[in-house]
């Protein structure tokens, strides 16, 4: 049934996939976050195109199914906040990332965004203007067999050290899912900086930045969607947890690059950013405790990463807590890098918690 599906229905489908929309038809895929923390979306037939994402309808979905029913009504209401072009319909067609609030207009506990939003709107209000440039570490897993593509069925690939950055089919698998998808950020309006192959046979990182505010949060969980609809496509799974191989393999981290408007300008390294970081090293056991599940397998103090048990910063230094770069040393302005967050954090949480903590702006 499966090679039926894929050498004859496949192009068939593909054929009716590709018909066109009518004229003044537009498809909307409404995107929002379940209640693990996982991408759901549907569809929607919208007669009309709008400019911004809040004047997109409300809608709704069965929060039972999703498991964030909260009392005995399981209507949760998807409330429309950031609007990107759809690469698998193509332009007039759109992504509606969404957040979630019961039928009374109060946000679901599960809805991270709302908190983060309250943190950015206030540091906007200041005029911090925050950037950030997440780094997306994950994995693309054999559905099969459920290792990292480019794991033999037995046995172990070559150790770490020719997969970073690397080419050649000896080494690299996964490099056309990964283009996919730089492409399809791009041509989605999302500010996607870069990708590379990473440590581990089979990891990839993407770069979401510089983003301002709440656009963080919102490109990263979009172009993860991306990811996941571009993988499925190949029978290939997303995993981004912190330590999903075993063993002498890389972890996957989500550095989140961070500055604020005083710290890119001069006298930003001694102003801003150290006291920053003075703050952060206060607050190390919140963050860690918010930064994702099992992190501490990964922050061991190996493989690039600074133990879960400490904070030091340090300049240039991959096994620092958090990093300030060549340049910003130099400089004396610029930016620093958490390198603490997993690469299953949620970015509304994380990017909320830095500037509530570096900012001195409560939760
Ligand atoms: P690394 O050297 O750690 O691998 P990357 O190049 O992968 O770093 O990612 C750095 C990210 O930081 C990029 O997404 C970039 O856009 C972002 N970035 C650059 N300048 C700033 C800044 N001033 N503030 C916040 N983020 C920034
Ligand atoms: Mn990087
Ligand atoms: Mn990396
Ligand atoms: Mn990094």
Redesign the pocket.
């Known amino acids: 049934m499966a090679e039926f599906y894929k050498t004859v229905t496949e192009p068939f489908l593909r054929d009716l996939r590709d018909l066109p929309i009518p004229e003044g038809v537009y498809v909307a895929e409404y995107v929002w976050l379940d209640g693990g923390y996982k991408l759901r979306s549907k569809s929607r037939t919208l007669y009309k195109s709008y400019a911004k994402a809040e004047d997109y309808p409300k809608w709704n979905y069965d929060g039972s199914s999703c498991g964030q029913a909260p009392g005995e009504d399981s209507e949760v209401i998807l409330y429309p906040r950031a609007c990107y072009w759809d690469p698998f319909r193509g332009k007039p067609n759109v992504l509606v990332m969404c957040d979630t609030y019961t039928p009374q207009g109060e946000p679901l506990p599960t809805n991270s965004r709302v908190k983060c939003a309250k943190v950015m709107d206030e540091a906007m209000a200041m005029g911090l203007e925050p950037?950030?440039?997440?780094?997306q570490e994950f994995f693309m897993m054999d559905k099969a067999s459920g290792k990292p593509l480019g794991f033999p069925k037995h046995g172990q690939p070559e150790p770490q050290g020719p997969y970073y950055c690397g080419v050649g089919a000896l080494y690299m698998e996964g490099r056309a899912i990964s283009d996919a998808h730089y492409r399809a950020c791009l041509y989605a309006g999302l500010?996607i900086?870069?990708t590379?192959a990473e440590v581990a046979p089979g990891q990839w990182?993407y770069?979401?930045?510089?983003t301002v505010g709440m656009e963080t949060g919102d490109m990263v969980w979009m172009a993860r969607y991306l990811m996941e609809r571009i993988a499925e496509k190949c029978d290939v799974v997303i995993n981004s947890e912190p330590k999903p191989v075993k063993g002498d393999w890389n972890g996957s981290g989500a550095?989140t690059?961070?500055?604020t408007k005083p710290?890119?300008e001069p006298g930003g390294l001694e102003g801003h950013i150290i006291p920053a970081l003075e703050r952060l090293s206060k607050k190390h056991a919140e963050h860690i405790a918010a930064y994702g599940a099992g992190n501490e397998a990964r922050l061991t103090g190996r493989h690039e990463t600074a133990s879960y048990k400490i904070f030091k910063w340090g300049r240039a230094d991959r096994g620092a807590s958090c990093?300030v770069?060549h340049e910003t040393m130099k400089e004396g302005f610029?930016?620093f890098?958490d390198r603490r967050p997993a690469g299953s954090m949620d970015p509304y949480v994380v990017s909320g918690m830095i500037v509530s903590t570096c900012c001195d702006i409560p939760m």
């Open positions: 950037w950030f440039g997440i780094e500010k900086s870069g590379n990182e770069q979401i930045g510089p550095h690059n961070f500055s710290m890119r990093r770069g610029g930016y890098e």
